[in-house]
């Protein structure tokens, strides 16, 4: 699958660009930290089943997103930022899970 297939883009080490707002992305980083959900709307954490397939995920709209896969970043982050289509730029610090600072908008309108 190439780039122009997928619902989002990979900048640097560790930016996640979500570009196509018909598909939410299911970010999976590690077995033990939570998944995330990116919308239109924003960036949080998703408490819904993860879908366990990729024609699972496109039934729900969706499309599963596995960080340390080869095809995204190759190893699991502890720093992630997001660029949500809502014109914000979110920070993901999976060291502070289950804290007010794991998912924080890092900057406002960064177009």
Known sequence: ???YDKAFLVSGRNTLIHK???LDLIVIN???DPPLII???GVKMFQDTVPT???EAKERYMEIVD???TDVFGETKT???VQALNNKEYKVDYSKKGTDLFIRIHQDNYI
């Open 67 to 69: 960080i340390s896969s």
């Open 20 to 22: 196509n707002k018909k």
């Open 53 to 55: 397939n990729k024609v």
């Open 39 to 41: 919308t239109r709307h």
């Open 1 to 3: 699958m190439n780039s």
């Open 30 to 32: 590690d077995d033990n």
């Open 79 to 81: 720093l992630l930022f």
